[in-house]
């Protein structure tokens, strides 16, 4: 079973920065995708980042330029660096891990961490 542990929300002003991470149970990081999903209230779960262990990052329209995402497999920990966030950004973040090349296709991940609350304050 892959257990992922976000930590790292928190809550910013608009224009602020904050890194989330996902520490991943297991080595399992080089073999699958790792994406950064976001929820808000009433709203569904949408992808905002991923990365293969190959290839270009995947990044939604809405957080390309401001968000940077980046592995580092020898401590099996995803990162998510957050920038210059605005109020839209406001959520739970998840951490998940599907198959490769998943993207940001939300159905196709089947481990999840338990999220993490982003709160921007304008």
């Known amino acids: 079973q892959v257990q992922l542990v976000e930590s790292g929300g928190g809550s910013v002003q608009a224009g602020g920065s904050l890194r989330l991470s996902c520490r991943v149970s297991?080595?399992?990081?080089?073999?699958?995708?790792m994406g950064w999903f976001r929820q808000a209230p009433g709203k569904e779960r949408e992808g905002v980042a991923a990365?293969?262990?190959?290839?270009?990052?995947t990044y939604a329209d809405s957080v390309k330029g401001r968000f940077t995402i980046s592995q580092d497999n020898a401590k099996s920990t995803l990162y998510l660096q957050m920038n210059s966030l605005e109020p839209e950004d406001a959520a739970m973040y998840y951490c998940a891990a599907g198959p490769a090349w998943s993207r940001l296709r939300v159905a196709l991940y089947s481990n999840w961490g338990q999220g993490t609350q982003v709160t921007v304050s304008s």
């Open positions: 297991i080595y399992i990081i080089s073999r699958y995708s």
């Open positions: 990365i293969d262990s190959d290839g270009p990052p």
